[in-house]
């Protein structure tokens, strides 16, 4: 459906978000990709913050084209930011995948652990698991209106590394931007993902008819406070973060210790022998 | 609030699920654990599918207790997987962390790439990022009355496992179970989780309005199909398949070849360097 119009040689750049297609952050996102080549946007309706890479199976999809001021192609879905990307490669691009799939930029962190909950990460692990680089943005800024302009300086930067060198097959990468003037950010560093969890405080209140009910709040546990190369490092030092990401959930260490319990001896004959 | 309930040294197991409360697989996995513990459960209202790692943050959530005719703890919340552990670490065990989270059994494969769309493992990791030993368990048939005979009798193997000999910290298990009765399952192997992608297939219709939608589908891509250590391997060959799911999703590999791009040399003197 879309092949053929965008320019011999140009490429063509899918960008998404998971704070829906309203988000100031999108909007800095295109403008940070449409100097590099065809943008076609397709985005949330609604916000999904916190949606992980959640897909839409009981309620139908549909894909509704927007007008804009500009040259953008624009949609909207129904649907989560997975949802967004496996529609657009099914529907859009039939026979031409796009040359980068981008997300965001995210109003909010999703550094260490906090990118398993991200819907923004989850586009961009889906762009790459259909062989296609892509990249995730978040700016550490819950604020609706944030400073977008460090993002688009430093995050083309890395667009054109990207669209220049390529990423390997099933990897794309998590980049977050420190809340900070263009001028003060440090620079940009590869990291790891830090070890750290989410606790939870759950707020507790009570509705007019008297039946409790809960809001979810919290704060991030840095499991290696100490740690000098990962991204929580180098965002508290001012720096933007670049954590390659693969999907291979595999614990290699725990497969050799489990391998120690005998599982395989475990046969029907003595399926409880253990017991 | 349920801490002092269970007898001493008995442990304390959480079951949860992404099916919801009434879904037949939850009654097996309570089946399942039963003889090991005292058993509390927390699921979903509703279904959730394909909510992998979905946190709720627009809603407020409920908790509610349910009558059941047996000793089982049993309560229900309007969120997802997750949303079930972190409200039950936060409300039902302040003082007490349970022994062990097991989170299904889940109507359908979790295997391979499955596990990052799938609700049942984001409430393993949930449980597992709280440092308690956690197991999802799915069994490869998508009917709503299966026959989870194997599944309970070689689950417990594993419970037991698991409860003996624990799990390293931020360790989850990923069970697969085959769709077969328990005298021809082969037996359990320890295994990685099989690279590949689902491919979509969305089905087109038309409302009555004349307005187009679209439903999901799609098939499983076997990106290694001649792999021998793999779950879909050992599934395929009819045993139960162990992974060990970590939650690091940083590439070490691609992060050594990103080095070599030299993002560490951008500054603000020369942010646009590479355009």
Request: negative net charge.
């Amino acid at each position: 459906m879309l092949e053929g119009k965008g320019e011999v040689g140009k490429p063509v750049i899918l960008v998404t978000n998971d704070d829906g297609y309203k988000a100031a952050g999108l909007e800095a996102l295109v403008e940070m990709v449409k100097p590099f080549g065809r943008v076609v946007v397709v985005a949330p309706e609604e916000g999904h913050s916190g949606m992980s890479h959640a897909i839409t199976i009981k309620v139908p999809l549909r894909l509704k084209q927007r007008k804009r001021g500009d040259d953008i192609t624009f949609y909207t879905v129904n649907g989560t930011p997975v949802d967004c990307v496996k529609l657009a490669m099914s529907q859009l691009f039939t026979n031409r995948m796009p040359d980068l799939v981008v997300s965001g930029i995210n109003h909010g962190s999703n550094s260490s652990i906090s990118i398993i909950y991200s819907g923004t990460m989850a586009a961009a692990i889906e762009g790459c698991l259909y062989g296609i680089p892509s990249i995730g943005f978040s700016l550490l800024d819950y604020d609706e209106s944030p400073d977008f302009s460090a993002s688009i300086r430093f995050g083309r930067v890395i667009v054109q590394n990207v669209l220049d060198k390529g990423l390997s097959k099933g990897c794309c990468l998590n980049v977050n931007i420190p809340v900070l003037p263009v001028k003060s950010v440090k620079g940009i560093r590869v990291a790891r993902q830090n070890r750290g969890t989410w606790r939870e405080e759950f707020e507790k209140r009570t509705d007019p008819r008297g039946v409790d009910y809960y809001w979810l709040t919290g704060y991030f546990l840095n499991e290696e406070p100490e740690a000098t190369d990962t991204d929580e490092y180098w965002l508290n030092q001012g720096y933007i973060s670049v954590v390659p990401v693969q999907v291979d959930l595999t614990s290699y260490t725990e497969l050799e210790r489990l391998k120690s319990w005998n599982l395989e001896h475990v046969t029907i004959s003595n399926p409880e022998k253990t017991q």
